[in-house]
């Protein structure tokens, strides 16, 4: 049996609030995504994501390609994104599933 701490959190879902504009037109500010932690990220699949330049930021972006032990993410409106483009490979959190608020839809992977 868990202790707690990190194992505690593999495959649980959370609501998650996006801000900003980096993932327009996908999701928009103030939208809340459901999302898995302990999931497998694929390329293509919108991911949460911590950075190593920023250890206390997290980030809703897309997973691009896996780079070393880090992800190569981007926001999918390039002209309003910080992403890996900036701050290099991103540890990913979680696997975005779907956008609860304003409208439920299933988020799709999209291909790079």
Known sequence: ???????DAM????????????????????????????????????VLVRWVARPGQLSVKRAVWTDGPGWWVLGDNP???????????AEV???VRGRLWPRPVRLRAREW
């Open 1 to 7: 049996m868990s202790g707690g701490g990190a194992d």
């Open 11 to 46: 495959g649980r879902l959370r609501r998650v609030a996006v801000r900003g504009p980096s993932m327009s037109p996908t999701l928009s500010d103030g939208d809340v995504v459901l999302a898995r932690f302990g999931a497998v990220p694929r390329p293509g699949e919108v």
């Open 79 to 89: 002209y309003r994104s910080t992403d890996s483009r900036q701050l290099g490979p």
């Open 93 to 95: 959190l979680a696997v």
